[in-house]
């Protein structure tokens, strides 16, 4: 990427994330480009869709979620490594209005770009998933697909209700229970 084009695409990822925090995920466009400092068709070119530009937003985050899946791989207690790593995904999901919605999307439809970051967190997942199964912490029925819906609708069930700020953490626990061997 040229330098100036490198900076488009830099101030376009900084203006979306900004955006998204503020008005969620359906973020009017043409205020990121705006804002940017470029035209609604360089922000185009750079990202093609709206899945594609909150998957270049969402980056950063993917990073921190799957260093943090492979710093609690090797830990001692495996349902409790699943149980925080879920937490963090649900902390994910809920941190900008819409994006819960788009990643349940994004789950079943294989040519999203978002499926780009759910793919490698499914994988993170399974790895966590297994280990508290092997331990015996774990039902055999329970996939990471449901489990990540799960997170997600936990993550869009809290964003409804904002003034509760315990209702996350309760929904999840109540999931966790049911999870269990």
């Not at 994910?92 to 499926?115: I, K, N, P, Q, T």
Request: glycine share 8%; net charge neutral; proline share 3%.
């Amino acid at each position: 990427m040229r330098a100036d084009a490198r900076r488009n695409h830099e101030r376009l990822l900084a203006e979306a994330r900004a955006a998204f925090a503020v008005q969620g995920a359906d973020a009017p466009l043409e205020e990121i480009a705006r804002r940017a400092g470029v035209g609604i068709g360089t922000l185009y070119r750079h990202f093609p869709t709206r899945a594609d530009l909150l998957n270049g937003v969402f980056q950063e985050a993917l990073a921190e979620l799957l260093d943090r899946s492979r710093e609690l791989a090797g830990s001692d207690a495996p349902c409790r490594a699943l149980v925080e790593w879920l937490r963090a995904l649900v902390a994910h999901a809920g941190e900008y209005r819409g994006l819960a919605h788009a990643l349940m999307s994004a789950s079943y439809d294989r040519s999203s770009a978002l499926s780009r970051c759910s793919d490698p967190l499914r994988a993170a997942g399974e790895r966590l998933l297994g280990r508290a199964r092997e331990a015996g912490q774990v039902r055999a029925d329970v996939s990471i697909g449901d489990l990540m819906q799960l997170t997600n609708a936990i993550a869009l069930a809290a964003e409804q209700c904002p003034q509760d700020t315990e209702l996350a953490d309760r929904l999840l626990a109540l999931t966790l229970r049911g999870i269990k061997a």
